[in-house]
Structures are given as C-alpha cells and as structure tokens.
C-alpha cells in the first residue's frame, strides 16, 4: 500500500493570503494556529494537512479541490519549460532536481522565471533594434513591436488568464450563454443595432442604459467573440492589468496595445476554455475547420488560439502564426515556439501565405526548409474581415499557422503514411537570407559583396563575390 501523498502548496497558500491582505499573523489568528507555521507552510517546510486544508476552506471560501491541485506542480512545469532553454542545453538538469527546486525553494524558482522571462524581452528588444539598424528604421519606439516582444517572451501563454476564463466559461453555461450571463451579472442586456448608429464601433459599453451594444452586421463567430471580450474587461480587468504590469514598455501606445491583445486572449479563452478546447484539438488532429465548428469561432480566431497552448504541463503543438495582406503587410504575428520568422520574417514570397489568394477558402500546405536547414510545416488559408451586408467593404488577408517538422505528424493535414515533398528553400527576409541563386531575391544579404555585371549577368538578381 503507498503512503499518502503530502500536499505541499506554500506559493498559493501565500498567493492567497496576499490576496486577502492578511499577514501571517491574521491568518493564523484565523486559522487558530501559529504564525510561525504559516510560515512553515508557506516555505513549503510543513505539509498541509487535512485539518488545515479543511479550516481554509470554510474560513476562506475556497475550493478545496483547486487548493489541493496546486501542489506545486505547475511551477515546477514552468520551470521545467524554462530549463529547455537552448542557453541551458550544456547543463545536466535532472527532472528530479527541478521537482526538488520549485518545491523546496519556491521563492528561488519564481525568481529564475521572472529573470528569465525579462532576459527573453530585452532578447527580443536587441533584435528588434538590430534588425531596425540593417533596415535603416532605427528611430523612435515602436508601440507594436513592444507589445510583440511582451507576446513573444511570454510564448503567448498566460496561464493564469486561461484558468479564469475557464471559471466564467462554466459560469456562462450554467447561466445559458454569454448574453443570459451578461445580465444576470452585470445587469447588462444586449442590443444589436446598425452600423450608422453604431458610428464606426462594433461594441459599445452603454452604462447610462446598462446596455451591451453591438453591430447588427457581426456574425455570430464575432458577436460570441465581442461579448466574451466584454467580460473580459469587466471581469478579468484586474488579471489583465497585473499580467501586463510585468512588461516594461518605453510608449503609452505599446502598454495599451499590449492590455488589448491579452484582452483578445482572454475572450479567446472563455469562449475556447483550455481543458475542453486542447482535449478538442488532440481528438480532431488540429483540424481547424472542425474546432471551428465545435466552438462556434472563425478559422482565425481558432488559429489564433492554437498558438497559446503552452501552459505548462498541458502543452500541445507549438504554433507560429501570421497574417499578411495581399500587398504583403503583415498585420499580426504570435509566436508560441520561438521561430524566427513568426517575429521578423513573412516577407519571402517562396512562403505559400503570399499563395494563398489565388485560391480564396483553399487550405494550402507546405514544408518549409529556412537556410540554417530548419524544417516546418504550414498551413496557409484566406479569411474575411468586415461585410456584413451589400456594398459594405471587406478585406480580404491570408492566414499561416505554422510548426517544426518534428510535430507535423500530429497534424490532419500531413499523411502519416506519406514520404513529405521536398521541403520549399525559403528565408526569413532577404537580407538574412543566404541563399545566392534565390530568383526571387529583392534584396542582396547583408555581408555579401554584389559582383559587377558588365562582363557576367547572373539569373539570380543579383551576383555576389564567393565567400
């Protein structure tokens, strides 16, 4: 027969008594124990035993359940992911030792992942100043490559969002949907009106009325999406702003682009909560379409959302995702993985997403093979922004989620049984792309010195000396 299991959850016990604004004191007092053991069991000294666990439970409302989960295996998930870190590959770090560390030494382990997550930003930063300075852009901040950089060091996860929205999940099925929830809750009722009366909005917050406004030309992907968003803000606001507070950023315009995509994320994750929506993913093989579906979302927001499944422990795929226009702009890029061109890249147009508007709603896939020998499978397809009616204007971009070879398999749009085609040469942007005989190069790589062409016209556009 195993011996019991001992519960050992110092950083939430301390998590909440912080939130409750009690000091130890207080919360022995409460507890009828000594301050000196809430100590204990903070450092994770002292087991929490039955008796305890029970007392918090009643004196404090919480689910005893939850509590007992956070046994500290989630930070130990964390640093486990963290650990995985290329700048960590020489190092022999034993998964038992992690478990030992994240348990023994909560504080220390939290430590290691803030430092680590503020050496990814100032990364991140670097290359985005070098590659400003290649491209002769260095100047003034730019507010949308801070908000990338928050995304992008944090993989776009954010584990704590995910576990709320869950919660307001449940609590909107219970009530029987987001509009019933946003009235037994907030006292809001929704209206949809036109656009003219609108004025150019898609939501409005009407607290004089307590009325949820929407454009009566959303379909019902976005008019779930907009409401779970406005839920979001009412009941997250608080989780937003404190993830958000852990970025530094040097512009107003940065921070706040920043609050609105966890925002986004946050209706993301009430509306495809993360239990329910990575068991959909492994059982449909990431079959977008059919998530759509089952979750009433659009491919993009379904996309979307499959770069975020990287809370630690639950991991699935690690996606990229981009969006671009025809004209090649990009509009959005997520990162959950780490790839080098989900961050500066998009602009190779080998990449099948500059493809895919020649066949409109058509999934297009490909293997791609980046200079360095790197190999990943995309998935590329157009979406639709606006309409909603005659004559009203749409904009039409295309859509790439992409991942490392090695997990492609896990995907319904690669057959097992097949030998992969021959993966497409592409690189991250010209000019850090090396490939010499690229035909569609429309810069030359820098460090690479052009020949003249008065005795040697190359088909490439441009000839460089070897070397």
Request: proline fraction near 7%; charge should be neutral.
């Amino acid at each position: 027969m195993l011996p019991p299991r001992r519960l050992f959850v110092g950083p939430s016990l301390r998590r909440i008594r912080r939130d409750l604004g009690l000091t130890q004191a207080d919360m022995a007092a409460d507890l009828e124990i000594s301050a000196s053991y809430i100590a204990l069991l903070e450092r994770n000294h002292r087991p929490l035993t039955a008796d305890v666990l029970l007392r918090l439970a009643q004196t404090y409302k919480i689910d005893m359940a939850a509590l007992a989960r956070s046994d500290g295996s989630e930070i130990t998930a964390r640093l486990q992911a963290v650990l995985k870190d290329p700048m960590f590959s020489d190092i022999d770090l034993p998964p038992l030792e992690n478990a030992d560390l994240a348990a023994n030494f909560p504080g220390v382990t939290e430590a290691l992942l803030r430092l680590h997550t503020a050496w990814q930003e100032e990364h991140l930063a670097l290359a985005d100043r070098s590659a400003e300075v290649l491209d002769g852009e260095a100047g003034a901040p730019d507010p949308v490559a801070e908000s990338r950089r928050f995304l992008a060091a944090r993989r776009n996860s954010f584990p704590s969002l995910d576990d709320q929205a869950e919660q307001i999940a449940r609590a909107i099925t219970t009530a029987g949907g987001a509009e019933r929830h946003l009235l037994d809750h907030h006292g809001l009722t929704v209206r949809r009106l036109p656009p003219d009366v609108m004025v150019g909005s898609v939501r409005r917050l009407d607290l004089h009325r307590k009325q949820l406004l929407l454009d009566d030309t959303l379909d019902a992907a976005s008019r779930q999406f907009q409401m779970a968003q406005q839920i979001a803000h009412l009941e997250m606001g608080e989780s937003i702003a404190a993830v958000c507070a852990t970025g530094v950023f040097e512009t107003v315009s940065g921070e706040r682009l920043t609050h609105r995509a966890l925002a986004s994320y946050a209706a993301a994750a009430i509306v495809m909560p993360y239990g329910p929506f990575a068991r959909a993913v492994e059982a449909r093989r990431y079959d977008i379409e059919a998530l759509s579906r089952q979750f009433g979302t659009s491919f993009e927001q379904t996309a979307h959302r499959l770069t975020t499944l990287q809370k630690p422990g639950q991991e699935r795929v690690p996606f990229f995702f981009i969006r671009v226009d025809p004209a090649g702009n990009v509009s959005k890029r997520l990162d959950g993985a780490g790839f080098p061109f989900a961050r500066h890249g998009g602009g190779c147009p080998l990449w099948s997403v500059h493809h895919a508007f020649r066949t409109p709603r058509e999934i297009v896939t490909q293997w791609l093979e980046l200079p360095d020998g790197q190999r990943f499978f995309s998935i590329a397809r157009t979406v639709t922004a606006g309409g909603g009616g005659f004559g009203a204007q749409r904009v039409e971009r295309a859509i790439a989620l992409g991942c490392a070879a090695e997990h492609a398999g896990k995907l319904i749009y690669v057959q097992n049984d097949a030998v992969p085609p021959a993966p497409t040469p592409i690189g991250v942007t010209c000019r850090l792309c090396h490939r010499t005989e690229c035909p569609a190069r429309s810069a030359p790589p820098i460090g690479r010195q052009i020949l003249p062409d008065d005795i040697r016209r190359t088909s490439a556009p441009f000839g460089f000396a070897n070397g």
